[in-house]
């Protein structure tokens, strides 16, 4: 998945676009072999919840005497969470409600580009522009904003956290002349709904994102018209 800050044709209005892709792969123990359906879990869901803090606040904060550690996105876990299992909710009972939180850090200043000795660059290296972020589980929608409540699906669930945001390319700081680049930080969390299988062979279910290597944001580049 990806996002970008675009503008109009005089640079004066800013927003941000998104897009999003994935692809699931199911392995069975023979070519005939039907693999189950992912059933929903109706009365299951999972609230999260994302707050921002200072980068001193976060497990790895950044090291202010590097400049190649000068602000950037960075996403980590609340401390206390960790993957979990939960039951699968009925009709007529409570809904069944799992938290999620983490904590984040990234610029939120308006972005100010200024010439350089070497082309664009920032004003300041501490303000570099609006950032923002989404979540989802496994395929579905991406959601935008806080305290929100996704639904989950029996079975794994993977809820991903992503922040999108600029910081300084590490290349021309060498030449002090901090360009903007789009960085992108991530944290998924892993939720079962129901009893948990314990893998039995190939037959076993394994999700691979082909859109998200290694569990990690990629970005696409596009043209602009």
Known sequence: MGAELVSDANHTTWDWEYSKDDIQFYIGESRKEIPSLIEEARWNKVNVNATAVG?????????WT??????????????????ESI????????????????????????????SGASGVMFRNVF????????????????EFGNHMSLNLS??????????????SDDRSLLYNNPSPSLQADSVVFRLYVGEPVAPTGPSYIIFISVSILGLAAALFVRRRK
Not at 156 to 162: G, L, M, S
């Open 87 to 114: 039951e699968v909710g009925v009709e007529g009972a409570d809904t069944i409600i799992s938290d999620v939180e983490l904590i984040y850090n990234a610029s939120d200043m308006p972005l100010v580009l200024v």
């Open 55 to 63: 980068s001193e606040d976060l497990g790895q904060a950044y090291n």
């Open 154 to 167: 029996r079975g794994i669930n993977y809820v991903w956290f992503i922040v999108f945001g600029f910081k």
């Open 66 to 83: 590097d400049f190649m550690d000068f602000p950037h996105p960075v996403a980590e876990p609340a401390k206390g969470v960790n993957q």
């Open 127 to 142: 303000e570099m522009g609006p950032s923002t972020y989404m979540w989802f589980v496994n395929n579905g929608p991406l």
